[in-house]
């Protein structure tokens, strides 16, 4: 009985290999989300280029979970300030209820691609 081999991980390993190269197009497609998505050379919420140095930018440690540009890092702290203490008064006119359901929401889909990229472990599928 020593002498079995299990080959029950085996069996799974080449029956993705097989799924990966059977629907190689969407697999791609999925990879592309998942990179773009931890890009860190483009704000995560409107997709602007930023320069290295930039990116660099040490971010405040409310918004260290993405990366921001200057503007959407203050629409974030503002929104953040916002939820936590539900007595401010909105500054701006444009900081409404859509507004905040608008963040909560990106929030959950940026928590969302994470938790997906963390779900199974891509090198092996692409080995």
Known sequence: MEKVLNITARLEDKKRKEQVETYRHRFEAVQRVLQCAACRFKCAMCNR????????????????????????????EAFKKMTEQ???????????????????CWIDYQRSINSFRNSFNLTKLTD
């Open 49 to 76: 280029h930023m320069e290295p140095d930039d990116a660099s930018n040490p971010p405040s440690p409310s918004t260290e979970e993405f990366t921001l540009c200057e503007s959407c890092r203050s629409e974030f």
């Open 86 to 104: 539900e007595s401010v008064k909105a500054d701006l006119f444009w900081h409404n209820r859509q507004w905040l359901e608008l963040w909560k």
